[in-house]
Every structure is written in structure tokens, then in C-alpha cells.
T-cell receptor, first 111, second 114 residues
Framework: DGGITQSPKYLFRKEGQNVTLSCEQNLNHDAMYWYRQDPGQGLRLIYYSQIVNDFQKGDIAEGYSVSREKKESFPLTVTSAQKNPTAFYLC??????????FGPGTRLTVL | AQSVAQPEDQVKVAEGNPLTVKCTYSVSGNPYLFWYVQYPNRGLQFLLKYITGDNLVKGSYGFEAEFNKSQTSFHLKKPSALVSDSALYFCAVRDNIGTYKYIFGTGTRLKVLA
């Protein structure tokens, strides 16, 4: 099965902790994206990567970090600097120039 | 700056009736427009896109969308709604300045009543 997987499905973070969300794709897509979804706010772009070893900040990058060492993988770290991290996080990859394909999401909750 | 607006937070329609979910956009140059659907606690699923060509675009699950350049709109439509169409719908526009960023609307919750 080709697709995008995200893990874990649910994640709990204590204050001051860094946590890493996994995103893997076997679609052979070059571009990958991380979004944050909050109720009533739609999707907001955190980081995106057009190609391996390169990534750019999106609209709300503060408190987050990423790496893109492999084409298949684009992990997102939520650092302790992100003061309000409770949200639903979505990873996506892009086919050619057009539509994106989304993973199932990770719901992060701060305890 | 490019933007997308979905003016309705919620749309209710009876099963079997036609449905419309509205989207307007603001972009310089030619727009690349998309509709996605999201079921609870799931990722987004691609429905359809407009890149160029015919103004009426057909997509998955019987959905279609009409591109109207003069009104800068890209409304999602379906001739006969199903209860299973109840979900959250997002309109998106991709930038055309080379960054390949996507701007999403705030979403419209569709509720189809049996």
C-alpha cells in the first residue's frame, strides 16, 4: 500500500518536554509539508520541504523544528518553546505540481 | 497576499437535495484551486482541483466545482447529498510564485440530514 503514515496517533507532552512526530511516505514524492489544525482556524503551515536536505519555514514555525535527511521521512519536533502545542498535526506530501496527499494526523495534548 | 475565504462555518441540507459549499479566493495571476474533505480525527482527502481548462471540474464521490473567474469563486457542489457526505470541507489555493505553499480556508462543516 502506498501512502503517508504518521505516528503516534495520540501523543501527550508534559510542560518543558520536546516531542517528535513522525511522518513517512512511500509515494516517492519530493515535497513534504507539516500543518497544524486548530478548531475554526483551518490548516496553518509550519514547515515544508521541496527536496531532501532542504526545508523552509511556514507561517507558524516558531517553537518547531524539522529535518529532511531522507526523501521518505520528514519528522517534526515540537520544542518546549512552543507555548501552546495542543493541536492536531497533519503531514502531507505533494504529487507533481498540484494536489497534496495527507497522512492520518497526530493529536498532541499538553498535560 | 493570497487568501481563501469560506464564508459559511456550517451548511445543512436534506438528504437527496443539492448542496453547495462556497469558496472565494484572492490570488494574483492564474489560481490553482483545490477542495479537500476531512472526516473526524482523520487526514484530509483530495476531492478535486482546478488548474486550467473547463470551468466545471468533476471530482471524487460525485462532487464537482465551478470556477468563476469574474467572481473569484470556486464553489463545491453535488446534485444529490448523502448522509455520508457529512464532514468538514476545505478549499485551498496554491501559490503561483514558486514557493508551492498552499493556503487553506477555515473549513465548512456540512451536515446532511436524513
Amino acid at each position: 500500500d502506498g501512502g503517508i503514515t504518521q505516528s503516534p496517533k495520540y501523543l501527550f507532552r508534559k510542560e518543558g518536554q520536546n516531542v517528535t512526530l513522525s511522518c513517512e511516505q512511500n509515494l516517492n514524492h519530493d515535497a513534504m509539508y507539516w500543518y497544524r489544525q486548530d478548531p475554526g482556524q483551518g490548516l496553518r503551515l509550519i514547515y515544508y520541504s521541496q527536496i531532501v536536505n532542504d526545508f523552509q519555514k511556514g507561517d507558524i514555525a516558531e517553537g518547531y523544528s524539522v529535518s529532511r535527511e531522507k526523501k521518505e521521512s520528514f519528522p517534526l519536533t515540537v520544542t518546549s518553546a512552543q507555548k501552546n502545542p495542543t493541536a492536531f498535526y497533519l503531514c502531507a506530501s505533494r504529487k507533481d505540481l498540484y494536489e497534496q496527499f495527507f497522512g492520518p494526523g497526530t493529536r498532541l495534548t499538553v498535560l | 497576499a493570497q487568501s481563501v475565504a469560506q464564508p459559511e462555518d456550517q451548511v445543512k441540507v436534506a438528504e437527496g437535495n443539492p448542496l453547495t459549499v462556497k469558496c472565494t479566493y484572492s490570488v494574483s495571476g492564474n489560481p490553482y484551486l483545490f477542495w479537500y474533505v476531512q472526516y473526524p480525527n482523520r487526514g484530509l482527502q483530495f476531492l478535486l482541483k482546478y488548474i486550467t481548462g473547463d470551468n466545471l471540474v468533476k471530482g471524487s464521490y460525485g462532487f464537482e466545482a465551478e470556477f468563476n473567474k469574474s467572481q473569484t469563486s470556486f464553489h463545491l457542489k453535488k446534485p444529490s447529498a448523502l448522509v455520508s457526505d457529512s464532514a468538514l470541507y476545505f478549499c485551498a489555493v496554491r501559490d503561483n510564485i514558486g514557493t508551492y505553499k498552499y493556503i487553506f480556508g477555515t473549513g465548512t462543516r456540512l451536515k446532511v440530514l436524513a
